[in-house]
């Protein structure tokens, strides 16, 4: 939506329900989501992506799976 429509719907809003009662729902949806600081969302971003490069497509199930692939240590 255009930011326009948008202050224009918050006005709407605003008229219809009153300023204090909008605030109380701004506030209740904002405490709905997690603050997290920049670091921790780029380590989870790299850790999703780094997850699904382990993943692969069963060709005849079609099902997803986990692959991890281990290198023994021959005894030396």
Same mark, same amino acid.
């Given at each position: 939506?255009?930011?326009? &429509? #948008?202050?224009?719907?918050?006005?709407?809003?605003?008229? *219809?329900?009153?300023?204090? @009662?909008?605030?109380?729902?701004? =506030?209740?949806?904002?405490?709905?989501?997690?603050?997290?600081?920049?670091?921790? &969302? #780029?380590?989870?971003?790299?850790?999703?992506?780094?997850? *699904?490069?382990?993943?692969? @497509?069963?060709?005849?199930?079609? =099902?997803?799976?986990?692959?991890?692939?281990?290198?023994?240590?021959?005894?030396?």
């Amino acid at each position: 939506m255009d930011i326009i &429509l #948008l202050d224009r719907l918050y006005k709407e809003m605003t008229e *219809y329900c009153g300023e204090e @009662r909008l605030e109380l729902l701004n =506030k209740s949806i904002l405490k709905q989501y997690i603050v997290v600081d920049f670091a921790n &969302l #780029l380590l989870q971003g790299f850790y999703s992506s780094a997850l *699904y490069t382990f993943t692969d @497509r069963d060709d005849e199930s079609g =099902k997803e799976c986990f692959l991890l692939l281990l290198n023994e240590a021959k005894p030396v």
